[in-house]
Each structure stands twice: as structure tokens, then as C-alpha cells.
């Protein structure tokens, strides 16, 4: 079955730092990959995925994140974070056949002044 | 579209009693996810439909747990009979099916049971 790691529960950045949030998978397949925002007392957002199109996906608010096989990585980064970037950022991959999606457990991005 | 519309937003109720949760999914989209979310337990599946028929209710968690989806429009979560610890936010999500598209979310029902 597939499945994502995501490390650290939480990650606390100062403003204008670089933000690194980590996912890893686990799938006997190329596996397609997601990672999700959610805001306080919101659902789920899409931020970027990755469909086998290209390594290095951009999405919004200034994301990016890079697939790497051999690492089995999918880790996300944006070069300078924003005091609006704090929130839950949840990785997932897809499962095959139905889109079964398969979420991390998580990472809380505190962003301090 | 309005997007994944979820009702209610917030649901307090007393143990033992029924709950139903209702969904509207995205115009179009023929599949449709029910999660529940904790602070203990994350993000978790607990069944999903496509096109109206439930594929996997592996994640429902007992059998006080029913989920239908009568039409492409609409699904309900019930309930039956609620304990404190069904407590969580409830999201609805859809797609259109194929597993390179991604999930909406609806804003989710607070379920609180006393």
C-alpha cells in the first residue's frame, strides 16, 4: 500500500527564512503526489501536485517541491516565508485505479516576526 | 461552483443520539471521500464513493457508521448511536476520478458529542 512520511510535526521559521517541510512515500508504482494547505477552521487546499510531468513543480503562494525518485522525497520549500504561510501543510500520494488519496500526518508551519 | 458544499458547519449533540452529516459534491465530479480529522489520529479515510456506489468503507470505524449516496449530488455520514469519541471535523471531498486530479474539500462539520 502506499503511503507518506511526513518528519516533524511541527517546523518554526522567522519571517523571510526559508521554509522546508519534509514528505517521504512509499509505493511500488510511480505514485502521484499532492501537498494540501489548511488554514484554522478550514478544509483542505491544494497547493501543488505532482503528475510525472516534471521533477520540480511550482504552486501557489510562492511553493515549489521537487520529486526525487532515488530519495523517494517529495519535500516542500518556498524561498522566503510569509506571516500568512502559517498553517498545516499535508502531504499525500494516490493510490491506483479510484483517486484514493493517502495523507501524512501533518506539519504545523509557525512563522514568527 | 460553489465548491464542495458541506452542512452543518458546526454540530453539537448528546450521546446517543443521531447524527447526520450532509454533503454536496462538486457538479461533475464522480467520485466522493468522507474524512475525519483529530488530534490524535490526523486525516483519515473513511469510505469512498464513485460514481454513487461506496468502492471502500474499510475506514469506517464501527457499525454506527453509515454513509449513502443516494445521487451524484448529494451524500450523507450518519451517525447511530454517537459516542464523545466521534468527536472531529468531518470533510467531504470530490473529484472527477482519475488519480492525477486532486481532491476539493468542502470546509468541514465540527462534530461535538456530550
Known amino acids: 500500500a502506499q503511503s507518506v512520511t511526513q518528519l516533524g510535526s511541527h517546523v518554526s521559521v522567522s519571517e523571510g527564512a526559508l521554509v522546508l517541510l519534509r514528505c517521504n512515500y512509499s509505493s511500488s508504482v510511480p505514485p502521484y503526489l499532492f501537498w494540501y494547505v489548511q488554514y484554522p477552521n478550514q478544509g483542505l487546499q491544494l497547493l501543488l501536485k505532482y503528475t510525472s510531468a516534471a521533477t520540480l513543480v511550482k504552486g501557489i503562494n510562492g511553493f515549489e517541491a521537487e520529486f526525487k525518485k532515488s530519495e523517494t522525497s517529495f519535500h516542500l520549500t518556498k524561498p522566503s516565508a510569509h506571516m500568512s504561510d502559517a498553517a498545516e501543510y499535508f502531504c499525500?500520494?494516490?493510490?491506483?485505479?479510484?483517486?484514493?488519496?493517502?495523507f501524512g500526518t501533518g506539519t504545523r508551519l509557525l512563522v514568527s516576526p | 461552483d460553489a465548491g464542495v458544499i458541506q452542512s452543518p458547519r458546526h454540530e453539537v449533540t448528546e450521546m446517543g443520539q443521531e447524527v447526520t452529516l450532509r454533503c454536496k459534491p462538486i457538479s461533475g465530479h464522480n467520485s466522493l471521500f468522507w474524512y475525519r480529522q483529530t488530534m490524535m489520529r490526523g486525516l483519515e479515510l473513511l469510505i469512498y464513493f464513485n460514481n454513487n456506489v461506496p468502492i471502500d468503507d474499510s475506514g469506517m470505524p464501527e457499525d454506527r457508521f453509515s454513509a449513502k449516496m443516494p445521487n451524484a449530488s448529494f451524500s450523507t455520514l450518519k451517525i447511530q448511536p454517537s459516542e464523545p469519541r466521534d468527536s472531529a471535523v468531518y470533510f467531504c471531498a470530490s473529484t472527477s476520478g482519475r488519480s492525477d486530479t486532486e481532491a476539493f474539500f468542502g470546509q468541514g462539520t465540527r462534530l461535538t458529542v456530550v
Open positions: 499525500a500520494v494516490s493510490d491506483t485505479g479510484f483517486q484514493k488519496l493517502v
